[in-house]
């Protein structure tokens, strides 16, 4: 597509219930990123896939956290037995290659909330 | 680790001033620095980036200035206008950690009418 898309934009679940958020990245585009916005804050990175190498996970804050990347296009992070704190907007980006002069392309983001 | 940026402030200009948003960076390996805005409800948009062989770069409206000595970015905008309101952040990065971006806490711009 012409850019990074996410869904759903929005999503509001129980505490205790997993949610996937998925992420549809630029046509091409080799690289994905999984960033975290609590309210007010900054970028807090997550997960990063680029091609066929292991993706680094180093940025997921626990065990409930996981990401996965099919076919080397959509990826969709899924946050098990949520919690209050998990609340955020989540951000996926996009680039064109390895190298950080390519940049990152954003999606809107998902707002989640855990109620 | 290496910090980007620690803070999140606001800034807050009178439209048609000039603004200038500061980011300090800490690791002086970083070769490339991105400037990105992000709006009310979007994701972070690019705006402007600048290569560590580079002090200054201009665009419409906007321009970088890179200080390696004292590891500091800054951004101006020229004219601001209300649809300049939104958060600023700064990154970096370096070729030698393959495609990874350092995101600072980010600022942000309130422009009054």
């Known amino acids: 597509g012409a850019g990074v898309s996410q869904s759903p934009s929005n999503k509001v679940t129980e505490k205790g219930k997993d949610v996937e958020l998925r992420c549809d990245p630029i046509s091409g585009h080799t690289a994905l990123y999984w960033y975290r916005q609590s309210l007010g804050q900054g970028l807090e990175f997550l997960i990063y896939f680029q091609g066929n190498s292991a993706p680094d996970k180093s940025g997921l804050p626990s065990d409930r956290f996981s990401a996965e990347r099919t076919g080397g296009s959509v990826s969709t992070l899924t946050i098990q037995r949520t919690q209050q704190e998990d609340s955020a907007v989540y951000l996926c980006a996009s680039s064109l290659g390895v190298g950080v002069k390519y940049g990152y392309t954003f999606g809107s983001g998902t707002r989640l909330t855990v109620v | 680790g290496e910090s980007v940026g620690l803070h999140l402030p606001t800034l807050s200009v009178q439209e048609g001033d000039n603004s200038i948003i500061n980011c300090a960076y800490s690791?002086?390996?970083?070769?490339?620095f991105i400037w990105y805005k992000q709006e009310s409800g979007k994701g972070p948009q690019f705006i402007i980036d600048?290569?560590?062989?580079?002090d200054k770069r201009q665009g419409q409206r906007v321009t970088v200035l890179l200080n390696k000595t004292v590891k500091h970015l800054s951004l101006q905008i020229a004219a601001t206008q209300p649809g300049d309101s939104a958060v600023y952040f700064c990154?970096?990065?370096?070729?030698?950690?393959?495609?990874?971006?350092?995101f600072g806490g980010g600022t942000r711009l309130m422009v009054k009418p």
């Open positions: 990154a970096e990065g370096t070729n030698n950690a393959g495609n990874m971006l350092t």
């Open positions: 690791n002086s390996a970083s070769d490339y």
């Open positions: 600048i290569r560590s062989n580079m």
